[in-house]
């Protein structure tokens, strides 16, 4: 019962709930979820303009190759003419082909490591992505256990304190532990959700690209502060209370 706790029990009661607060509310996963966040969202906002480049690049690889394959064909009539006539004229001409055909392999040389770059900046872009993708799910997932452990531990700490069932105490411990519950859970669906419809919400996520757990990241820290900071207050009343009795 309450009037079994002494005040040192009670002095180790809160420490261990001050302990658990802080812990409970410790930056490191909120930190990781915000940072993971902006860098998956700069490189979702890449992606269109990288793909473009490679279309781009792709587009002027062919342009380059046309003109050569048209220079190969000049440089073979320039050829021909020379042998028939064999003229100032033909050889002037024929240097000019040929001089064509190394200006055209030049651009498709350049053209195909352009390409290549744009293909490689592009896949570094998707490769940031997906990994950032997975460290918010990583993120969520820590915080969800957070909130499942802070939902065990205050059931258990009304079950120490020896809180009577019908007290406005329990019911309000209990009620700070069916919200951690239902947070969690919540975050856990959200998180599944992500990996097994991740394809398709892509194109969606590439120009929205997590803004809503952005925004119920954010929420839910604040809400968390605030928890804290009233289970704190509400714990320290009833602790004087019990050390009255």
């Not at 812990?23 to 890449?46: F, G, M, N, V």
């Not at 940031?128 to 909130?147: A, F, G, P, R």
Request: proline share 2%; hydrophobic share 40%; aromatic share 6%.
């Amino acid at each position: 019962t309450n009037k079994d706790l002494t005040p040192e029990q009670i002095k180790t009661l809160m420490r261990e709930y001050q302990e658990f607060s802080d812990e409970l509310i410790e930056r490191t996963p909120w930190d990781i979820l915000r940072d993971s966040i902006k860098q998956y969202s700069a490189a979702s906002k890449e992606i269109p303009s990288l793909k473009d480049a490679v279309a781009k690049a792709e587009r002027d690889v062919q342009a380059a190759e046309s003109r050569l394959e048209s220079a190969k064909i000049g440089l073979a009539n320039a050829e021909e003419e020379h042998v028939m006539g064999g003229t100032v004229e033909t050889a002037y001409a024929l240097a000019e082909a040929q001089s064509a055909v190394e200006v055209a392999e030049k651009d498709v040389t350049d053209a195909t490591n352009k390409h290549a770059q744009a293909v490689s900046n592009l896949n570094k872009g998707l490769n940031t992505q997906k990994k950032e993708n997975e460290e918010i799910k990583k993120s969520l997932q820590t915080i969800s256990d957070k909130l499942s452990t802070a939902e065990s531990f205050l059931r258990g700490f009304a079950d120490t304190l020896g809180l009577a069932e019908d007290s406005d105490a329990r019911a309000f411990l209990e009620g700070m532990a069916d919200s951690f519950g239902f947070m969690a859970q919540g975050i856990s669906l959200a998180t599944m959700a992500m990996t097994l419809f991740d394809a398709e919400t892509k194109k969606f996520m590439s120009t929205n690209p997590f803004g809503w757990i952005l925004l119920v990241g954010a929420a839910i820290a604040g809400a968390l502060s605030m928890i804290s900071n009233i289970c704190t207050k509400a714990a320290i009343t009833r602790m004087n209370t019990i050390v009255c009795i």
